[in-house]
Structures are given as C-alpha cells and as structure tokens.
T-cell receptor
Framework: LAKTTQPISMDSYEGQEVNITCSHN???????ITWYQQFPSQGPRFIIQ???TKVTNEVASLFIPADRKSSTLSLPRVSLSDTAVYYC?????????????FGTGTRLQVTL | GAVVSQHPSWVICKSGTSVKIECRSL??????MFWYRQFPKQSLMLMAT?????????EQGVEKDKFLINHASLTLSTLTVTSAHPEDSSFYIC??????????FGSGTRLTVV
C-alpha cells in the first residue's frame, strides 16, 4: 500500500474551514483515497473516499489533483465535535480483503 | 450502511488470565475480518486477518499463540488474548467490509490487564 504523510496536528477555531492535506507519492493506478475520523476510545468512522478530482458528501469534500500524489480533506465550518484524529488511507479498497494501513493521522483540535 | 458490533467495550482482567473479544458483522456476511491494536496516542496497527473457515494470517511480530483468532461463521470473529500481561493492555478494534460499501470498524474494546 502507498505510504501516506500528513501533518501530526492542526488547530482551528469553531466555524472555520479546515483543510488537511495528505501526501501519497507512490499511489498506484488502482488505489483509492479514503479518509477516516476517529474519536477517543472509538473505532474509526468512514468520512469520504475518492479516486480523482473532487468528491463531496454531507460532511466533507475531498480534492484530488490530476497527478493524485496528494489529496486534501476539507471540513467546512468545523465545530467542537469535529475534534478528532483524521486518517488518510490509500489502497485498492474495491474488495473485502484489503489490509488497511493507518499512518500517523492528523490530530485536529477545534476550540471556541 | 454496514454495521460491525464489538463486545465487550471494555474489560479488566488479572494477569495470566485469558480474555475473549467478539466481532460481529450485522446484516452482512464477512469472509474476512481484521483485528487492530491501538496504544494511547498512537495509530492503529494491524494485528491479523481473520479468514472464515481457515487459519488467520498474522502480521510480522504478532504472536499467533498469544492472540488466538477464530472465525467460525460468516458473521463472527473472536480474538482471545491468552495469558494476558499488563503490556497487552490496549485498545483492540476489528473491522469488516461489505462489498462495495467500504470498511467498517467496530467500536473497540479497551483491555486493561492488572
């Protein structure tokens, strides 16, 4: 699986837009980019997945440039409850037996 | 979406005893499940892949005789921590995937060995 690099931590104020960038220089042709959110003492929760360009759902947007060597998770107008660790994963997730390799993740702290 | 149930959510056991953690896929069948371990302030580390009807495959450095995995049905995988010691205290998380629905994680089990 392609290795990912993301900032260890980020701080934001409530109401701001937060952009977390992930580098994955060795991404393969069949790889997708998936982001998970994890709160303390809970399992990771799926946020969004994309292959190229832009994907948007009710909670976030995912921007992927043409070369796919990086991606940016965008959280609009964060609230205190968005304080969590965000993980970027890259791999072929089309099957049901793909090993997910977690990097360090980005610890987002949202304050008033 | 797919739901993965994990039980218990927390357990405290004495050193030297064994503890079993269950992971169930609700409303879908999972031929493959995964077990992760997470220490405080660290990322998730894959321990093993649980395969229904066959032996689990373990990641390098994970003792298969200490972390027994049984995947006897398409909806249940169990992880047994045998002869637990304080250094086994951790957060254990399972995951499974329903085809075309991504990977879902259980809520995790906090194991404390005293």
């Amino acid at each position: 699986l392609a290795k990912t690099t993301q900032p260890i931590s980020m701080d934001s104020y409530e109401g701001q837009e937060v952009n977390i960038t992930c580098s994955h220089n060795n991404i393969a042709t069949n790889d997708y980019i998936t982001w998970y959110q994890q709160f303390p003492s809970q399992g990771p929760r799926f946020i969004i997945q994309g292959y190229k360009t832009k994907v948007t759902n009710e909670v976030a947007s995912l921007f992927i440039p043409a070369d796919r060597k990086s991606s940016t998770l965008s959280l609009p107008r964060v609230s205190l409850s968005d304080t969590a660790v965000y993980y970027c994963l890259v791999g072929d997730f089309t099957g049901t037996a793909s090993k997910l390799t977690f990097g360090t993740g980005t610890r987002l702290q949202v304050t008033l | 979406g797919a739901v993965v149930s994990q039980h218990p959510s927390w357990v405290i056991c004495k050193s030297g005893t064994s503890v079993k953690i269950e992971c169930r896929s609700l409303d879908f069948q999972a031929t493959t499940m995964f077990w992760y371990r997470q220490f405080p302030k660290q990322s998730l580390m894959l321990m093993a892949t649980s395969n229904e009807g066959s032996k689990a495959t373990y990641e390098q450095g994970v003792e298969k005789d200490k972390f027994l995995i049984n995947h006897a049905s398409l909806t249940l995988s169990t992880l047994t921590v045998t002869s637990a010691h304080p250094e086994d205290s951790s957060f254990y998380i399972c995951s499974a995937s329903q085809l075309n629905d991504g990977y879902t994680f259980g809520s995790g089990t906090r194991l404390t060995v005293v």
